[in-house]
């Protein structure tokens, strides 16, 4: 998948409109994790470094296709200052005749930042003329996003049909560590996947069961399939629109597939103090499962610890309460120690490995949540194509 990366000459003293994921939780008006600015730092040093006259772009949260205080990018650029160790400028406007014009006033070496692309509802829409004004922001364009390559938007797509389009460091470290899994996985190839988004990620193991060797499953997706087996699984956390499908797999995964054998159960979400380990044919009716048991975590320690390749999507339990983090904190400790190729998607799951200390022991933590998602189930990302991938 050859994604163009750009050159020296080609940014030099050039106005680069970058698109990246500044998409941060926000709490109480500060940035809460900076996990996403720090990743396209280094995109943004490389390019200061070349001179170049740096305008970024991006959405953060869902504002209605017009402006909300709350939602602004502004708080965004002062911690992407901090981060990036240089004054960034910011303008709350996106391809009006203010951001048009800070943008024409940038210096070689100096960044802006725009306000929130979402404020108008033309980003979303792919529209051509917002594309086109914001293609008229900048002479040369980079797409680190890599969160939103699942989007075809103005400021993914569109955009790109009118200036010359390249990736960044960010993009394409993505696209090489997941492209790797998705082209020749060293094997054996496992996947361990839980979490609770069950309906997002049965198409992914779909697409995944010819390639994937062994699929170990936790969270409260395991319920689902437990339930489909005919357990009685109490209390717990089960999508029952995706039983019916993971019935299916059950049949067609078999030998392939690892459950659960044992779960942390209680009578309740904030009762994590009382968790006790049982077998998963022993969940009484009142009682839910909130993590997997230690038996669980050894049989799927062993796998992990034997694969060439593995991708962790979903945490094991509810490891945001103590009393239910030890699954999720066993099998990432596991993989932390394994020499799998390891590559961890999914937000919660990036913000378990955080958690526990592991994310610089995996080989690559993506950034994408559902754009890793759709990568790895091998679709072409809008972004990506726009790139000429
Ligand atoms: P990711 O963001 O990594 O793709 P998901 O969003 O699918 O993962 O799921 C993460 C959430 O699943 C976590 O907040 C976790 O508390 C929850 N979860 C995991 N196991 C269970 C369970 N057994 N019961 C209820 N919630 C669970
Ligand atoms: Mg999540």
């Known amino acids: 998948m050859p994604i163009r990366p750009y050159t020296e000459a080609q940014v030099k003293g050039r106005r680069v409109l970058v698109r990246a994921d500044l998409n941060v939780p926000l709490s109480g008006g500060a940035v809460s994790d900076r996990t996403r600015i720090r990743a396209v730092v280094p995109t943004l040093r490389h390019l200061v470094d070349q001179g170049a006259r740096v305008v970024v772009v991006s959405h953060l949260g869902r504002p209605k296709g017009e402006p909300d205080p709350a939602l602004s990018l502004r708080p965004v650029a002062a911690a992407l200052g901090e981060e990036l160790g240089t004054e960034v400028a910011f303008v709350a406007d996106t391809v009006g005749d203010e951001a048009r014009a800070a943008a024409e006033g940038l210096a070689d070496g100096q960044v802006l930042v725009l306000e929130n692309l ?18 008229a922001l900048a002479e040369v364009y980079v797409c680190d996003a890599f969160g939103t390559m699942h989007r075809a938007h103005a400021s993914v797509v569109g955009v790109t049909e009118h200036l010359d389009s390249y990736a960044g460091a960010l993009v394409a470290r993505e696209v090489e560590a997941m492209g790797r899994l998705v082209e020749d996985p060293p094997r054996p190839y496992v996947a361990l996947l839980g979490g609770a988004k069950v309906s997002d990620k049965v198409p992914l193991i779909e697409n995944l069961q010819a390639k994937v060797d062994r699929f170990l499953i936790g969270g409260a997706m395991a319920f689902c399939f437990l339930k489909a087996r005919g357990v ?106 394994s020499e799998a190729f390891s590559v961890v998607g999914g937000g919660d799951s990036a913000a378990a490995a955080a958690q526990f200390g592991l994310s610089d022991r995996m080989s690559h933590v993506s950034t994408g949540g559902g754009a890793s998602l759709e990568f790895m189930s091998g679709a072409k990302l809008p972004g990506i194509a726009a790139l000429g991938g």
């Open 232 to 337: 009685e699984v109490g209390k717990s956390l089960v999508e029952e629109s995706a039983v019916e499908t993971a019935g299916e797999l059950l049949a067609t995964l078999g030998e392939k597939l690892m459950l659960p054998s044992d779960v942390v159960i209680a009578p309740g979400f904030d009762a994590d103090d009382q968790g006790q380990v049982v077998g998963v044919d022993a969940i009484p009716a009142d009682m839910a499962g909130f993590d997997v048991g230690p038996a669980t975590v050894a049989a799927f320690g062993a796998e992990i610890r034997g694969a060439g390749a593995v991708l962790w999507n979903g945490p094991m339990g509810v490891f945001e309460k103590p009393g239910f983090a030890a699954g999720t904190r066993g099998v990432g400790e596991a993989l932390a120690e």
């Open 118 to 135: 979402r404020f108008d509802p033309r980003e979303k829409k792919n529209d051509a003329e917002f594309s086109k004004a914001l293609a």
